[in-house]
């Protein structure tokens, strides 16, 4: 089962980071992956520093984040939609 506090402590579906454009989470075997689209590189330090980290650091999270960027051609977001498990 996945373990959510992480997410929950974080807020994005409660407040979306400035920057935040798209979020997607899923887990795999143990570990939990995401693609989000961000408006730039900075807008997601800023995010990880001032929200991600410190929320991992409080809840003893110790995996360090593996971050690939790739620069995107574009963000087609049709409709506004959150699906929880």
Not at 23 to 47: I, L, M
């Amino acid at each position: 089962m996945p373990d959510n506090r992480v997410r929950e402590a974080v807020g994005w579906l409660d407040e979306a980071p400035a920057g935040g454009i798209t979020h997607q989470t899923w887990w795999e075997d143990g570990d939990c992956h995401n693609a989000d689209a961000w408006e730039s590189e900075e807008a997601f330090n800023e995010f990880g520093q001032q929200r991600l980290g410190p929320v991992m650091a409080k809840l003893g999270v110790q995996s360090e984040l593996k971050v690939t960027f790739h620069p995107a051609h574009e963000v087609y977001v049709p409709q506004a939609v959150t699906i929880t498990a």
